[in-house]
């Protein structure tokens, strides 16, 4: 069973959610052009007088392609996954980097209506002292989980607040009524 997105309020065996940049794609398409010209300069070019040179050049366009490639393309989008024992974040197409967090090392979650690629010093997996560590694929709503280790997490994700929801319950389980 998976939550509604519309306020159903069961309590779904896993929860999942995500996030997508589509701004992303605009850095993917510049690093496939620097990998194409790399290529192209690699194939078309006469490689009789400054070898060198331009060696440099195909193996810094190939590189600088790959990296721009890699670096956006795993950060176009974000996967959540909250089941019972532990809250999963997979980043990208291939699913990596990933994070597996127990519930049972997690104090507390929260909902941020405002995270910001800003706060964090851009896109991507990032860490900040003062603020701990956060996967930020896009500016919007996020999850904020406080662990038992004094460390905080920050996802950014669409609906967040029912993760916040599904996680607390899970956290603090309802007490049954002994008089019942």
Not at 42 to 60: K, R, Y
Request: charge should be positive.
């Amino acid at each position: 069973m998976r939550d509604h997105p519309h306020g159903d309020h069961r309590h779904p065996d896993i929860w999942t959610g995500r996030a997508t940049n589509r701004v992303q794609w605009l850095a993917a398409l510049a690093g496939a052009a620097c990998l194409a010209l790399g290529i192209e300069l690699a194939v078309d070019s006469a490689w009789e007088s400054g070898v060198a040179a331009l060696a440099m050049s195909v193996v810094g366009c190939i590189a600088a392609g790959l990296l721009i490639l890699y670096g956006t393309l795993a950060f176009v989008h974000v996967a959540v996954k909250v089941d019972g024992e532990c809250l999963e974040v997979r980043c990208g197409h291939i699913g990596v980097p990933r994070r597996r967090i127990p519930l049972s090392h997690v104090a507390g979650a929260e909902f941020a209506p405002r995270v910001t690629p800003r706060q964090w010093g851009g896109w991507g997996y990032r860490w900040r002292p003062e603020k701990g560590t956060a996967v930020v694929v896009r500016r919007g709503e996020g999850l904020v989980l406080r662990l038992w280790d004094g460390h905080v997490f920050t996802i950014t994700v669409d609906n967040a607040e029912a993760a916040v929801r599904i996680i607390s319950d899970r956290l603090h389980p309802p007490v049954a009524d002994p008089a019942n």
